[in-house]
């Protein structure tokens, strides 16, 4: 199974943007790129989805590189609420093979 | 109303007991999933059910059964729990054509 490296921490400052990069270079052509969060003491949560192009939610923005062995997702201004471990992903159809990584914890400074 | 309610949401138990988690999903999913959350806060998929028919097994011991009745629910049977059983488990569904996954809250299970 195709896997996904990010970054253990990121730390960022309320109100500002956030970048948050994930590397996937062994994804095949019918791996989708999600993305989730969990909030501390919560269950894990979706956030954005993604095949080739762009996508942006009212939660945050994915952007997909051309040869797609990278993605960011971007959060256009954290909030305090905004900390948590975020998850990128790959799964390779709706319903089965979705592995977690070790995530990337975002800090968020008042 | 909870989309992916699981009870208890804690279990503290001894070692060498049986214990289950129950995980119910009102969304009307069709793949439901348990998943184990160790220590170290490392998500790791246990189980996957579909239309109530086991799809996924990822080398989970035998002591541990799920149990699916009906598409809304999927428990999980622990027999002669370790100490090595504790950690947080989750249950998750997905299904009507959306690639969103519901989690539940979690049931942290300590055995002692």
């Known amino acids: 199974d195709a896997k996904t490296t990010q970054p253990n921490s990121m730390e960022s400052n309320e109100e500002e943007p956030v970048h948050l990069p994930c590397n996937h270079s062994t994804i095949s052509g019918t791996d989708y790129i999600h993305w989730y969060r969990q909030l501390p003491s919560q269950g894990p949560e979706y956030v954005i989805h993604?095949?080739?192009s762009n996508v942006n939610n009212r939660m945050a923005s994915l952007a997909i590189a051309e040869d797609r062995k990278s993605s960011t997702l971007i959060l256009h201004r954290a909030t305090l609420r905004d900390a948590a471990v975020y998850y990128c992903?790959?799964?390779?159809?709706?319903?089965?093979?979705?592995?977690f990584g070790s995530g990337t914890k975002l800090n968020v400074k008042p | 109303d909870t989309a992916v309610s699981q009870t208890p949401k804690y279990l503290v138990t001894q070692m060498g007991n049986d214990k289950s988690i129950k995980c119910e999903q009102n969304?009307?999913?069709?793949?439901m999933y348990w998943y184990k959350q160790d220590s170290k806060k490392f998500l790791k998929i246990m189980f996957s059910y579909n239309n109530k028919e086991l799809i996924i097994n990822e080398t989970v011991p035998n002591r541990f059964s799920p149990k699916s009745p009906d598409k809304a629910h999927l428990n999980l049977h622990i027999n002669s729990l370790e100490l090595g059983d504790s950690a947080v488990y989750f249950c998750a569904s997905t299904g009507g054509g959306s690639p969103e996954a519901f989690f539940g809250q979690g049931t942290r299970l300590t055995v002692v």
């Open positions: 992903i790959l799964r390779w159809d709706n319903f089965n093979k979705f592995y």
């Open positions: 969304l009307g999913h069709d793949t």
């Open positions: 993604g095949l080739t």
